[in-house]
């Protein structure tokens, strides 16, 4: 679950960019999302990369397994 680091909750979070890259036209090879925090304004970005199975964040949003804190 992606969650906003600053309220520690995904509560709030709007995407406000999406893409998917294709490399073969079919087969999913990358994943790009933006998100916003409509509560404190904080931004950040999930990408999936398929080609080394690894997911990465970075800014105010974080990856967790977790249940949020506030729902």
Do not use: H, W
């Amino acid at each position: 679950m992606i969650t906003c680091s600053n309220c520690e909750t995904p509560q709030f979070l709007q995407i406000t960019q999406s893409r998917v890259y294709f490399e073969d036209g079919e087969m999913i090879n990358e994943i790009s999302e933006t998100y916003e925090c409509t509560l404190c304004e904080g931004n950040g970005r999930y990408v999936y990369d398929e080609d080394r199975n690894k997911e990465t964040v970075t800014g105010d949003v974080e990856l967790t397994t977790e249940r949020p804190k506030f729902a």
